[in-house]
């Protein structure tokens, strides 16, 4: 099964390793002051119009090869590097280097696998410990298969600070722990846990006290039982005073609540006792609520019934009220204890029969007017709740963790927590064979810690399932139905869809203030990607496009019978891709012998890839692929390139 947060990690790697080379949702960085803004890569289609080349060179047979020079785009000649599509070969590709002076003690790598049915990721960095954190260690593991889920998570950090910003926080606190867990099975969940603080110097305003209440259901109705020990405010106490003004008290007290639900309360003072000289009270009594569930039963059914949101009848409406209030609240209990040294609280809570409740409340859902896609969100939440009550799976979660503040100037953080399964095969099964939902495996692991005035961190994460790609572009396709985002994004990922994608691959490096980046991606029918731009410029066909990075830049775009044999220079300047000011060399005006072009080196793109030879692509050109989709792209891949430092 494919989370919210597995889709979107998907998307954004997606997003990196290609849609940087499609221009028109490419977000250029904002222009340094006193310099020509750089166009906008998807402007040139807002705008219906291309960027004109600055040369173009005819060949005999019709061929072109339009010139850009790009270096004045650049915000920093220290920018270094190349980029290209090669339409008839499937193939985008990009390397660029910059520097960044001020993140010289920074160095890392990092590398990203992209395919059909798998991701996989992994990096390190080191930096010099910032000077808020003494020490650090942290560790977390996240294992799921077809037979077993889990996941485990550990940290250990001191910090401190000159001006004692960290303990101003807890500058009345000597300790803060806390340890639980919390367990769910087919039809009932389970918490129980404490907190426990212990003073510095206690607060003025907390004085010792006792509280400890349990709650349970009962054939009649619900059973409170409470102790208490504590001093009541100065001008309550009269009303505290005696047993007797006591139990009318808390008559009162819980008489309020039962009138809204046309029930009944009777309370039992079990013990009293109380000082006058300090208004300390003592005591323990015992409360009895009944025909809460039926007054609840009903008042819930009246609102369904009324309800204008809901097509419900009263028959309905009742059904599901009855259903609802089949929960059992078979223990909640809690306690508080405050000392002049401590506080401490802790709680106990247990709820059978849940399961019927859930499903009515997704029978409520689905009679409230959603759209579509909230519907089948709606029966999927449905469907995975039905095969973790068929399958009697079991999750557990446990805590421990603690603050301690030795003085005002630090602070120490200690946390573990772990996340356990049972039953999980047979979830996986269960939902398998109620939905269309596939599972694989996924693994993470992640680890820091502070060494010899470092920080140190390394990561690394694996996907692999059956359809994997193809299932969070559709589900995030889906998630974009009807709403406010730009629908070139939707475009765009409609045309990956159909790109008949093979693999990505990025890698990052930083070392001594040098930033290095390659990403490279292999498709069967780039030419997919016509659809997602806003406008097809002529019916020119490009076979590929190529650009250096820095001052001196230049982006190359070679044309399939750009024009026909022996045409005149006037065809040429017909073109949509040139104007007045573009230098034109005819054939005959030049010798291709001597005139060579860079082009992308196809074998080193696909050894970097890991992709074998003659993948992707329609060979002899892209029929219909307009000029100007690749020069978008390739700009989208200049300006990228050129600003990846900022």
């Known amino acids: 099964m494919r989370s919210k947060k597995q889709t979107m990690l998907v998307l954004t790697v997606t997003a990196l390793l290609v849609a940087s080379a499609m221009g028109s949702v490419v977000t250029v960085g904002a222009t340094p002051a006193g310099e020509d803004p750089a166009p906008a890569v998807g402007s040139l289609a807002q705008d219906d119009s291309l960027e004109s080349a600055d040369e173009i060179y005819v060949k005999e047979n019709g061929d072109a090869v339009l010139v850009y020079d790009t270096g004045s785009q650049s915000p920093s000649t220290s920018t270094t590097g190349h980029y290209g599509?090669?339409?008839?070969?499937?193939?985008?590709?990009?390397?660029?280097?910059?520097?960044?002076?001020?993140?010289?003690?920074?160095?890392?790598?990092?590398?990203?696998?992209?395919?059909?049915?798998?991701?996989?990721?992994?990096?390190?960095?080191?930096?010099?410990?910032?000077?808020?954190?003494?020490?650090?260690?942290?560790?977390?593991?996240?294992?799921?298969?077809?037979?077993?889920?889990?996941?485990?998570?550990?940290?250990?950090?001191?910090?401190?600070?000159?001006?004692?910003?960290?303990?101003?926080?807890?500058?009345?606190v000597k300790s803060l722990s806390t340890e639980g867990t919390m367990k769910t099975t087919a039809s009932t969940f389970t918490t129980s846990g404490s907190v426990d603080v212990a003073f510095e110097q206690k607060p003025a305003s907390l004085a010792n006290q006792h509280h400890e209440f349990t709650l349970k259901e009962t054939s009649g109705g619900y059973t409170l039982t409470a102790a208490q020990n504590y001093e009541v405010g100065q001008y309550s106490a009269d009303a505290w005073s005696t047993r007797a003004d006591a139990k009318q008290q808390l008559e009162s007290q819980f008489s309020a609540l039962t009138r809204q639900l046309d029930g009944e309360v009777s309370v039992s003072v079990d013990s009293y006792s109380f000082d006058?000289?300090?208004?300390?009270?003592?005591?323990?009594?015992?409360?009895?609520?009944?025909?809460?569930?039926?007054?609840?039963?009903?008042?819930?059914?009246?609102?369904?019934?009324?309800?204008?949101?809901?097509?419900?009848?009263?028959?309905?409406?009742?059904d599901l009220a009855q259903r609802i209030q089949q929960l059992e609240v078979t223990k909640v209990s809690a306690t508080v204890d405050v000392t002049d040294t401590n506080a401490k609280a802790s709680w106990d809570v247990q709820l059978d029969e849940y399961d019927e409740p859930v499903k009515a409340m997704f029978d409520l859902a689905a009679a409230s007017e959603m759209q579509d896609e909230d519907a089948e969100a709606l029966e999927q939440a449905k469907a995975a709740f039905e095969a973790q009550q068929a399958a009697d799976l079991q999750q557990t979660v446990t805590w421990n963790g603690k603050l301690t503040s030795p003085d005002e100037n630090t602070a120490r953080v200690q946390f573990d927590t772990e996340y356990t399964t049972k039953n999980w095969g047979a979830y996986v099964s269960e939902m398998e064979s109620r939905t269309d939902t596939t599972f694989g495996t996924m693994s993470l692991e992640a680890h820091a810690e502070t060494n010899d005035g470092q920080l140190e961190t390394t990561m690394s994460a694996e996907v692999k399932q059956q359809d994997f790609l193809d299932s969070a572009v559709d589900s995030a396709v889906k998630s974009l139905q009807g709403s406010q985002t730009?629908?070139?994004?939707?475009?765009?990922?409609?045309?990956?869809?159909?790109?008949?994608?093979?693999?990505?691959?990025?890698?990052?490096?930083?070392?001594?203030?040098?930033?290095?980046?390659?990403?490279?991606?292999?498709?069967?029918?780039?030419?997919?990607?016509?659809?997602?731009?806003?406008?097809?410029?002529?019916?020119?066909?490009?076979?590929?496009?190529?650009?250096?990075?820095?001052?001196?830049?230049?982006?190359?775009?070679?044309?399939k019978g750009a024009v026909s044999e022996g045409a005149s220079e006037s065809d040429v300047r017909s073109l949509a891709v040139v104007d007045s000011e573009t230098t034109v060399h005819m054939p005959g005006d030049w010798n291709p012998d001597e005139q060579s072009f860079p082009e992308m080196d196809h074998d080193e793109v696909r050894n970097y890839i890991g992709v074998n030879n003659g993948g992707g692509g329609m060979l002899g050109g892209m029929p219909g692929f307009g000029v100007g989709t690749a020069i978008v792209a390739v700009l989208g891949l200049s300006l990228v390139a050129l600003r990846v430092r900022d």
């Open 85 to 172: 599509v090669d339409l008839s070969q499937g193939l985008m590709h990009i390397l660029v280097e910059d520097q960044t002076p001020t993140q010289r003690n920074v160095t890392g790598d990092a590398t990203f696998v992209l395919q059909p049915e798998s991701f996989s990721g992994d990096g390190s960095l080191e930096m010099p410990t910032p000077d808020s954190v003494e020490d650090l260690t942290f560790d977390a593991s996240v294992t799921q298969t077809t037979d077993n889920a889990k996941a485990s998570a550990s940290f250990d950090g001191t910090f401190s600070s000159e001006d004692g910003t960290v303990g101003q926080s807890t500058s009345m």
């Open 276 to 318: 006058s000289s300090t208004n300390r009270i003592d005591i323990a009594y015992t409360v009895q609520f009944t025909g809460v569930d039926e007054a609840i039963s009903t008042q819930l059914a009246s609102a369904l019934a009324t309800s204008q949101q809901l097509d419900l009848s009263e028959s309905e409406a009742d």
């Open 486 to 559: 730009d629908p070139q994004v939707k475009r765009l990922l409609e045309a990956f869809q159909k790109s008949g994608f093979e693999k990505a691959k990025m890698d990052v490096s930083m070392e001594d203030g040098n930033v290095s980046m390659e990403a490279g991606a292999s498709f069967d029918n780039l030419s997919a990607f016509e659809d997602a731009m806003a406008e097809q410029y002529g019916d020119l066909n490009v076979v590929s496009a190529y650009g250096t990075a820095g001052s001196d830049g230049k982006t190359y775009v070679r044309l």
